[in-house]
T-cell receptor, first 117, second 112 residues
């Protein structure tokens, strides 16, 4: 079974600084994808970044980068140059890519990020 | 920008009433998911369709919930009869194999 763990219920960061949101996962599947979603107070779920288990390089998307350490089963999200608009709940998620029946997205419990002015 | 469309955005109903939530996935996506989000349980998978066929609905209370995809442009989630514990935000998401899921804005359901 898949499991995603986000150990930081809440994080604070000063505007313009970088912040790392932790995510560890557990799976026995060889092929999987790791995702990060942002959920602002308005409620929508916004896709941020994706990392495949066989990708050689860490994914980057603008100010977002994913620090993927496969041996440690961690997929931390790094947000550089934080902005006030980054304040939101952030969810790490994983999807098994091996079996049709198991391609659901399993979510962590989320980290509430607050960017301070 | 293509997006997943969910209706209604908000629904308030009385216990015992039927609730139907609708989702229009992004054109070309072959997978559709229904998730429920609550403060206590976080995001829970309710049902999952691939090429309109239900693949996994183990997370859904079968006695009152049902999910269908009558065609490729419409997915529905019904609750009958609704109960106060069903109050939550219900998200629909669509995607293609090996691609990120794109979520709708959700339906906020309140059952009194």
């Amino acid at each position: 079974a898949q499991k995603i763990t986000q150990t930081q219920p809440g994080m604070f960061v000063q505007e313009k600084e970088a912040v790392t949101l932790d995510c560890t996962y557990d799976t026995s599947d060889p092929s999987y994808g790791l995702f990060w979603y942002k959920q602002p107070s308005s409620g929508e779920m916004i896709f941020l970044i994706y990392q495949g288990s066989y990708d050689q390089q860490n994914a980057t998307e603008g100010r977002y980068s994913l620090n993927f350490q496969k041996a440690r089963k961690s997929a931390n999200l790094v947000i550089s140059a934080s902005q006030l608009g980054d304040s939101a709940m952030y969810f790490c998620a994983m999807r098994d890519l091996t079996l049709d029946s198991a391609r659901q997205l399993t979510f962590g419990s989320g980290t509430q990020l607050t960017v301070l002015p | 920008d293509a997006r997943v469309t969910q209706t209604p955005r908000h629904k308030v109903t009385e216990m015992g009433q039927e609730v139907t939530m609708r989702c229009q996935p992004i054109l070309g996506h072959n997978t559709v998911f229904w998730y429920r989000q609550t403060m206590m349980q976080g995001l829970e998978l309710l049902a999952y369709f691939r090429n309109r066929a239900p693949l996994d609905d183990s997370g859904m209370p079968k006695d009152r919930f049902s999910a269908e995809m009558p065609d490729a442009t419409l997915a529905t989630l019904k609750i009958q009869p609704s109960e106060p514990r069903d109050s939550a935000v219900y998200f629909c998401a669509s995607g293609s194999d090996n691609s990120p899921l794109h979520f709708g804005n959700g339906t906020r359901l309140t059952v009194t």
